[in-house]
T-cell receptor, first 111, second 112 residues
Framework: NAGVMQNPRHLVRRRGQEARLRCSPM?????VYWYRQLPEEGLKFMVY????????ESGMPKERFSAEFPKEGPSILRIQQVVRGDSAAYFC?????????FGNGTRLTVT | GENVEQHPSTLSVQEGDSAVIKCTYS??????FPWYKQELGKRPQLIID?????GEKKDQRIAVTLNKTAKHFSLHITETQPEDSAVYFC???????????FGTGTRLTVIP
């Protein structure tokens, strides 16, 4: 089992560009969670998805951020028109039922 | 919603000493309490967890205690080693709930 796979590991975007972060859950896991970690801070919940459904997006900013988990393929966290404040580590986690295992994260830098 | 507080934010101990990190939570419905270790630049890794039907759980040098009445739980590391240096996060959730609520982390430094 390869674990939770996230790519890219590092992503640099200029202000105003779009960022796409990918997450492939562990085999057999149908629950995917996205968390954001600002430097020197804890993990903040963003969104929880199951296949083709957003279950809880209470932690997602109202604008520019969206997430999906299609029937086939990885989960995608999409950030439109990035701003410097979006610079952070974005972690994906997956679980079969509720105790998540984390991927290695994508470190987004907005210049 | 759930609010998890974690103390201390930083902790330095001499190698071989014990380290204790404490967390409190607000929602009495929470019944799953994992602890994660995060080394610099790496992902959080689950090191131990406890569910509300158990008061204490131990795994070698690591133990976690839970007091549901007081709504607090603690991580205990004995015989600390330099490789224990990392940031530790506590979390709380309800079984089957959507997400984990994390504490703000404790940076543990073990001094050789």
């Amino acid at each position: 089992n390869a674990g939770v796979m996230q790519n890219p590991r590092h992503l640099v975007r200029r202000r105003g560009q779009e960022a796409r972060l990918r997450c492939s859950p562990m085999k057999g896991h149908s629950h995917v969670y996205w968390y954001r970690q600002l430097p020197e801070e804890g993990l903040k919940f963003m969104v929880y998805l199951q296949k083709e459904n957003i279950i809880d997006e209470s932690g997602m900013p109202k604008e520019r951020f969206s997430a999906e988990f299609p029937k086939e393929g990885p989960s995608i966290l999409r950030i439109q028109q990035v701003v410097r404040g979006d610079s952070a580590a974005y972690f994906c986690a997956s679980s079969p039922r509720g105790d998540p295992h984390f991927g290695n994260g994508t470190r987004l830098t907005v210049t | 919603g759930e609010n998890v507080e974690q103390h201390p934010s930083t902790l330095s101990v001499q190698e071989g000493d014990s380290a204790v990190i404490k967390c409190t939570y607000s929602d009495s419905a929470s019944n799953y309490f994992p602890w994660y270790k995060q080394e610099l630049g790496k992902r959080p890794q689950l090191i131990i967890d406890i569910r509300s039907n158990v008061g204490e759980k131990k795994d070698q040098r690591i133990a976690v205690t839970l007091n549901k009445t007081a709504k607090h739980f603690s991580l205990h590391i004995t015989e600390t080693q330099p490789e224990d240096s990392a940031v530790y996060f506590c979390a709380a959730s309800m079984a089957g709930a959507n997400n984990l609520f994390f504490g703000t982390g404790t940076r543990l430094t073990v001094i050789p």
